[in-house]
């Protein structure tokens, strides 16, 4: 079970980037998925996930990106994207994507056993 997530970058506040998790060694829709993130000196941090299709692909958001990030997954591509609109300045951080080994759709990066390499993503004027 592999995750490589990219797309990350440079963008002013107010604009946005999606960024993309290709998954192997799995099928994307057969497992959860989240998408975390960790600024300098701070914890890992749930942003958004997304249960296998046979949970029922339920979207759980978390109320600091909610309104803003969105989460789908292309099956014929073995992707899942973060959308991420309206970006600003504290969204600064390195966004990484995991899935859980217990096919729990859940926040606590603690649950999660396999990750990608993250990417970094800089608002900025």
């Known amino acids: 079970v592999q995750l490589q997530a990219s797309g990350g970058g440079v963008v002013q506040p107010g604009g946005s980037l999606r960024l993309s998790c290709a998954v192997s060694?799995?099928?994307?829709?057969?497992?959860?998925i989240g998408w975390f993130r960790q600024a300098p000196g701070k914890e890992r941090l749930g942003l958004i996930c997304?249960?296998?299709?046979?949970?029922?692909?339920?979207?759980y958001t978390t109320d600091s990106v909610k309104g803003r990030f969105t989460i789908s997954r292309d099956s014929a591509k073995k992707t899942v994207y973060l959308q991420m609109n309206s970006l600003k300045p504290e969204d600064t951080a390195v966004y990484f994507c995991?899935?859980?080994?217990?096919?729990?759709?859940?926040?606590?990066?603690?649950?999660?056993?396999?990750w990608g390499q993250g990417t970094l993503v800089t608002v900025s004027s």
């Open positions: 995991a899935a859980p080994a217990g096919n729990k759709a859940t926040m606590n990066p603690g649950e999660y056993d396999y």
């Open positions: 060694g799995f099928a994307v829709d057969e497992y959860s």
């Open positions: 997304i249960s296998s299709s046979g949970s029922g692909g339920d979207i």
